[in-house]
């Protein structure tokens, strides 16, 4: 088995009286999709948080290809390769596409910025993730909720990071946008990038994950293999029933799903 | 000098509909094949997404004109423009730094005041204190510039809202420019001074004025085919060349009108060229380098600036002292034109219309969309209105309610556009 790009050893986090991660245990490798599924307040966003450096952990250890990190600040994982799209996503309305992909991190020679290259390379990148955007240079606010998604992912692939964190990537979007998603990121898996999605729709679960990892409560609560496992194993797993009222009736469509 | 909403930044990019075929196309060959379809669907979505740039304020500006020619026919006279051409100097300095507030989204209350002290303090150390002119000129300016920090600081680190600390330093610099005017609420200074010449001087000779307007047209000329050759090399598609021939051509109608029309008077005023310029740097400033994009960036979303990495309260500061800065440089060019300083410089009025300017030039209230171009649209109109309904003998009370209307009317505009933008924004396909 290769070596695990992100592995997760013991991780606690406490605030004030609540515990919001136990123990927590879990491993991405490079070129593969583990999903992170839970019901609400079992602790996804707060993981996340953890391993983005947003809320650093109280306890545990991070492994990053097998030797340990701290990570305790926003800079600190961008600096190891990880990159984070957020569920609200935070981008500038008013700036276009290019703008939105540089920010922060803008290309310029002498002080002036070099538009003529920030967009070659916009495009570039746009065409090898067969991403399409009528126009580069309209502002974000004109584009519809898919396609600022899949530039909020393609933003985070720009610094080349090695492992990307998507917090409910597809929460907002329509089932076209949605499948288009899942291709951008089956595609970028198998450019080899580790992948952490989380999501509640078992659909999306079941079509690009290699793992789920199960959180209830803070604590793991199991580690499937999606190719082998049933979806009311997954789902009685979040719940926290093995077999009981609530499994059973966990054979409602996907849609049903919070 | 051209007037452009977007610039070639923007511009440049309207053959790029359709990208992906567009990418295909670009990537093989160097000619656009369609560019005409390609412009169609440009415009046309820019008028869905309600940007018009700054087509709606161009044509403000000629149903004022011609209507105040029609009422009047000295209103475009020589004479008359050329008056306009200096008094607008001072307020629209004051107006671009409201463009740097309003793109941050916020609100600065303060630069009335803040260019009626610059006035004071200038005259007060030049003639009380028989300071030379040079100095006194910039530690007022220096003084904007802290002023401006001053407040800055209190809204981006101690969290007090702009507007609430722009007003108090609304009435804190009133009462600090009152207190050095002493008694008399005046100071003269010379006529034949420094700052007296900001607004007297003309450039008369023909091979200065229009070697001006020819340098400004060919630098125009020069950049935007760089700038097409550039595109060209990388792929990319670029603005055809009929379109920066017309380009160029309106630009130097506009420049060599201006000129001549300025020439029939008493010339091209110092005042007006060191406007143009503060404006075309601080737009090439907002739209080319990094800090500006930073300041647009928050404009658009303060979390999402954050999280890129923008150090927001730097930058919040930075541009209050900006708008102080340039608030006390509108303030010298105010005091120069009276070459005195008093009162009547730091006025409430000077404070109204110089936001009135920024929001009826087209710049968004709501933050992350304008122009420092809008500055001198907006004081042309405004001035405009104030100096026909002077010639037409209207009172101030009219003029008071016109202009009232006029902002209102640009206000709504901008109020749509964002709600065109949004309705768009939020549609699912």
Not at chain 2, 75 to 90: A, T
Not at chain 2, 183 to 204: M, Q
Not at chain 2, 380 to 404: D, R
Request: with cysteine; proline share 4%.
């Amino acid at each position: 088995m290769p070596q695990p790009l992100l592995a997760l050893r013991g991780v606690s986090k406490r605030f004030a009286a609540v515990q919001a991660l136990v123990d927590v245990e879990l491993e991405i490798r490079a070129g593969e999709v583990v999903a992170l599924v839970g019901d609400n307040a079992a602790g996804k966003s707060t993981l996340v948080k953890v391993i983005s450096g947003v809320g650093p952990a109280d306890k545990g250890v991070i492994e990053w290809q097998g030797g340990s990190v701290q990570i305790k600040r926003p800079q600190d994982a961008q600096v190891l390769g990880i990159a984070t799209v957020y569920q609200d996503l935070a981008m500038c309305d008013n700036l276009d596409v290019v703008g939105n992909l540089f920010l922060g991190r803008e290309i310029h020679r002498f002080g002036i910025l070099d538009e003529v290259e920030m967009e070659r390379r916009t495009r570039e990148l746009l065409h090898t993730l067969s991403i399409r955007i009528p126009d580069v240079r309209v502002p974000l606010a004109t584009l519809s909720g898919g396609q600022r998604q899949v530039v909020a992912i393609t933003r985070s692939i720009l610094g080349s990071p090695r492992l990307l964190l998507l917090d409910e990537p597809t929460a907002s979007l329509g089932v076209e946008q949605t499948s288009q998603l899942l291709d951008l990121i089956e595609s970028l898996r198998d450019r080899g990038l580790g992948v952490l999605l989380i999501s509640h729709n078992m659909g999306d679960i079941k079509a690009v994950a290699d793992r789920v990892a199960v959180l209830r409560l803070g604590r793991n609560n199991g580690l499937f293999d999606v190719p082998t496992t049933s979806q009311e194993q997954i789902i009685s797993s979040i719940t926290g029933a093995a077999d009981n009222a609530v499994a059973h009736r966990a054979s409602y469509p996907e849609e049903a799903w919070p | 000098m051209a007037v452009r909403g977007r610039g070639p930044g923007r511009d440049s990019q309207a053959p790029a509909d359709d990208a992906a075929p567009a990418a295909g196309r670009g990537r093989g060959g160097r000619r656009w094949p369609v560019p005409l379809r390609a412009y169609a669907g440009a415009a046309r979505r820019r008028l869905h997404e309600g940007d018009l740039g700054p087509a709606p304020v161009l044509l403000a500006l000629a149903v004022t004109w011609m209507i105040f020619q029609g009422l009047n026919d000295n209103f475009l006279s020589p004479r008359n423009l050329s008056v306009l051409s200096v008094d607008i100097v001072g307020t629209g300095m004051v107006a671009v730094g409201i463009v740097f507030v309003l793109l941050i989204g916020e609100i600065d209350l303060s630069v009335g005041s803040l260019a009626g002290l610059s006035g004071a303090l200038f005259a007060a150390l030049n003639v009380n204190l028989g300071m030379p002119e040079w100095l006194a000129v910039i530690i007022a300016l220096i003084s904007g510039a802290a002023a401006g920090g001053l407040q800055g600081f209190f809204f981006a680190r101690i969290g007090v809202p702009a507007f609430v600390v722009t007003l108090a330093g609304l009435l804190f610099w009133n009462g600090l420019m009152l207190y050095l005017l002493g008694p008399d609420s005046s100071i003269n200074f010379s006529e034949e001074g420094l700052v007296a010449k900001l607004t007297s001087r003309y450039f008369t000779a023909p091979v200065v004025t229009y070697g001006l307007a020819a340098l400004g047209t060919a630098a125009y000329l020069l950049v935007s085919f760089r700038d097409r050759r550039r595109r060209g090399a990388a792929g990319m598609p670029y603005r055809p060349v009929g379109e920066i021939w017309a380009r160029t051509g309106l630009l130097a109608v506009v420049t060599f009108a201006t000129v001549y029309v300025l020439g029939r008077f008493e010339g091209l005023p110092l005042a007006l060229l060191i406007f143009l310029a503060v404006i075309i740097a601080s737009d090439l400033f907002l739209r080319r380098t990094p800090y500006g994009r930073q300041i647009l960036a928050l404009g658009g979303g303060v979390e999402a600036a954050r999280r890129a990495g923008v150090y927001v309260a730097r930058v919040r500061i930075s541009v209050f002292m900006v708008s102080g800065t340039l608030a006390a440089l509108g303030g010298l060019f105010i005091a120069s034109r009276l070459t005195s300083a008093s009162q009547v410089s730091g006025s409430g009025m000077l404070l109204i219309n110089a936001i009135a300017a920024a929001i009826i030039g087209g710049t968004s209230l709501f933050g992350g969309r304008g122009s420092t171009w809008s500055a001198l649209l907006g004081v042309l109109i405004i001035q405009s209105i104030a100096s026909g309904m002077a010639l037409l003998g209207v009172e101030t009370p009219v003029q008071f309610m016109i202009t009232g209307g006029v902002l209102l009317t640009a206000v709504v505009f901008d109020s749509l556009a964002r709600r065109a933008a949004d309705s768009r924004g939020q549609r699912s396909d």
